[in-house]
């Protein structure tokens, strides 16, 4: 099937053309980036012949089968449900989230100044959005793992000059956008010049002997995801997370173990969204009662 772009792709496909553009317009500069695109990706998947809208769930600790997501969104204050959206099992967490906020404030009027997620939304796309949106994020920062390399020879990255300082000084120069399929993300890379790297004493252990150079790639809007770094370390953001773990998964429990969401009954995108809004109704009916 064609893969169509969803929200976050096609934000982070703008700043990839954007920052090309900048590339290209940089007499300074060799001409370097990626291939234009000349179709639409496409994807296999699997699918349902008897409910075509769910989606293949393949998750660690997770049931595997044909479900729907139900991602949805609790106020912490009284923990009013104010969004519930239904997509197929097979779409990542993440994806439609910044869309859902808009939804939000913009059918309600909502004054949405932090939010709170789990690690399936640590994506640098998403904290870039959140900032546009003038929202702090509290996430869970995905633990990632560091290079080998990287533990023995210190990068520091320069913001204003948009390049990366090895310990011997050397620098590595932005030098063109990258798409990673497979993770559905782009990175700006960063070389140093053959000729730094030939006679260099720490090359062994940087990079080895089949490569000519050192590399590194950096996430677009990394700066973002590195901000939300940061604040992990506040007292808010454990506040927050606490928060989170008490309204949204207390909320899908309660849902599920009393509000008839433990399964769907019918099939479709639309009878299952159905389904979710009545359960949602029900148990919002009760959280205003006790609001007031």
């Given at each position: 099937?064609?893969?169509k772009?969803?929200?976050?792709?096609?934000?982070?496909?703008?700043?990839?053309?954007?920052?090309?553009?900048?590339?290209?317009?940089?007499?300074?500069?060799?001409?370097?980036?990626?291939?234009?695109k000349?179709?639409?990706?496409?994807?296999?998947?699997?699918?349902?012949?008897?409910?075509?809208?769910?989606?293949?769930?393949n998750?660690?600790?997770?049931?595997?089968?044909?479900?729907?997501?139900?991602?949805?969104?609790?106020?912490?204050?009284?923990g009013?449900?104010?969004?519930?959206?239904?997509?197929?099992?097979?779409v990542?967490?993440?994806?439609?989230?910044?869309?859902?906020?808009?939804v939000?404030?913009?059918?309600?009027?909502l004054?949405?100044?932090k939010?709170?997620?789990?690690?399936?939304?640590?994506?640098?796309?998403?904290?870039?959005?959140?900032e546009?949106?003038?929202?702090?994020?509290?996430?869970?920062?995905?633990?990632?793992?560091?290079?080998?390399?990287?533990?023995?020879?210190?990068?520091?990255?320069?913001?204003?000059?948009?390049?990366?300082?090895?310990?011997?000084?050397?620098?590595?120069?932005?030098?063109?956008?990258?798409?990673?399929?497979?993770k559905?993300?782009?990175?700006?890379?960063?070389?140093?010049?053959?000729?730094?790297?030939?006679?260099?004493e720490?090359?062994?252990?940087?990079?080895?002997?089949?490569?000519?150079?050192?590399?590194?790639?950096?996430?677009?809007f990394?700066?973002?995801?590195?901000?939300?770094?940061?604040?992990?370390?506040?007292?808010?953001?454990?506040?927050?997370?606490?928060?989170?773990?008490?309204?949204?998964?207390?909320?899908?429990?309660?849902?599920?173990?009393?509000?008839?969401?433990?399964?769907?009954?019918?099939?479709?995108?639309?009878?299952?969204?159905?389904?979710?809004?009545?359960?949602?109704?029900?148990?919002?009916?009760?959280?205003?009662?006790?609001?007031?």
């Amino acid at each position: 099937m064609e893969k169509k772009p969803t929200d976050y792709l096609e934000e982070l496909e703008k700043e990839a053309r954007r920052i090309e553009n900048d590339r290209d317009n940089d007499p300074t500069r060799k001409k370097r980036g990626r291939k234009p695109k000349t179709s639409p990706p496409e994807k296999e998947v699997q699918q349902s012949t008897t409910d075509p809208d769910s989606g293949l769930l393949n998750r660690p600790n997770k049931p595997k089968g044909f479900h729907y997501l139900a991602h949805t969104s609790v106020d912490v204050k009284h923990g009013i449900i104010t969004d519930i959206h239904v997509t197929a099992a097979n779409v990542n967490d993440h994806e439609p989230f910044i869309k859902r906020l808009q939804v939000q404030k913009e059918k309600f009027g909502l004054h949405i100044g932090k939010v709170g997620a789990d690690k399936g939304y640590d994506r640098s796309g998403v904290h870039h959005e959140l900032e546009n949106l003038k929202i702090t994020g509290y996430i869970s920062p995905i633990k990632g793992a560091i290079d080998q390399a990287e533990r023995s020879v210190q990068f520091t990255f320069d913001e204003m000059n948009d390049a990366y300082y090895c310990s011997n000084g050397k620098a590595l120069q932005f030098t063109h956008v990258k798409w990673h399929s497979w993770k559905q993300s782009y990175s700006k890379i960063y070389a140093a010049q053959t000729k730094d790297c030939k006679s260099c004493e720490l090359r062994q252990q940087c990079f080895g002997q089949t490569a000519s150079r050192k590399t590194i790639e950096r996430p677009l809007f990394q700066e973002a995801k590195e901000r939300n770094q940061a604040r992990k370390q506040s007292q808010e953001y454990s506040v927050i997370q606490r928060q989170r773990r008490i309204w949204c998964e207390g909320t899908f429990g309660t849902m599920k173990r009393k509000h008839n969401l433990k399964e769907t009954y019918k099939r479709g995108i639309r009878n299952v969204s159905e389904h979710c809004l009545f359960s949602a109704m029900a148990i919002n009916i009760k959280r205003m009662i006790k609001a007031n």
